[in-house]
Nanobody
Framework: VQLQASGGGLVQAGGSLRLSCAVS????????IGWFRQAPGKEREFVAS????????YYADSVKGRFTVSRDNAKNTVYLQMNNLKSEDTAVYSC?????????????????WGQGTQVTVSS
């Protein structure tokens, strides 16, 4: 199983980025996906998660109303649309797969992790 996040970069505060998480070696159809981030000197934190059929989504309070998680099972890809970015959103963003039946929001519920992509927001 391989997960590869992409789409990060340098953006000014107030700008937008769209991250993608491409999964190979594994069919995403019936599994929940989560996005996490880790800023320098800080612990990894939950950002968003989505159910297998996109019926349920969850967001950290810090990104609610600004970020949107979505998925395209036909492409085995999950997305994170990030709008109105703030300097505190600067971090390495990673995606992960959970085998849980209920949409998870904690790190220990995710079993497959991918390499992250750097997002830097300048103020």
């Amino acid at each position: 199983v391989q997960l590869q996040a992409s789409g990060g970069g340098l953006v000014q505060a107030g700008g937008s980025l769209r991250l993608s998480c491409a999964v190979s070696g594994f069919t995403l159809d019936y599994y929940c996906i989560g996005w996490f981030r880790q800023a320098p000197g800080k612990e990894r934190e939950f950002v968003a998660s989505i159910s297998w059929n996109s019926d349920s989504t969850y967001y950290a309070d810090s990104v609610k109303g600004r970020f949107t998680v979505s998925r395209d099972n036909a492409k085995n890809t999950v997305y994170l649309q990030m709008n109105n970015l703030k300097s505190e959103d600067t971090a390495v963003y990673s995606c992960a797969v959970s085998l849980a039946l209920v949409v998870p929001t904690t790190i220990d519920e995710f079993v497959y992790w991918g390499q992250g992509t750097q997002v830097t927001v300048s103020s």
